[in-house]
């Protein structure tokens, strides 16, 4: 639930969106990430940069809350 409200996407279970997350900059496929994937990788994906920036966002957190 805490990754679906930082991220805001509901329908994205937390296995689906760190899966995601993985083949999308994992790039020498070890199953780990470093900080210099992590980095690159997002930095080369507009997706991937605007839910790291929607993250930061508090407006979903607090829908949570609010909702319970």
Same mark, same amino acid.
């Given at each position: 639930?805490?990754i679906q409200a930082i991220n805001g996407h509901t329908?994205?279970?937390?296995?689906?969106?760190?899966?995601?997350?993985?083949?999308?900059?994992?790039?020498?496929?070890?199953?780990?990430?470093?900080?210099?994937?992590? /980095?690159?990788?997002?930095?080369?994906?507009?997706?991937?940069?605007?839910? /790291?920036?929607?993250?930061?966002?508090?407006?979903?957190?607090?829908?949570?809350?609010?909702?319970?």
């Amino acid at each position: 639930q805490a990754i679906q409200a930082i991220n805001g996407h509901t329908n994205m279970s937390a296995e689906e969106f760190t899966d995601m997350i993985f083949q999308k900059i994992d790039l020498n496929n070890d199953g780990e990430l470093t900080l210099e994937e992590f /980095i690159n990788g997002v930095e080369k994906d507009k997706e991937l940069m605007e839910l /790291i920036e929607k993250s930061f966002d508090l407006s979903n957190i607090l829908k949570v809350i609010q909702t319970g």
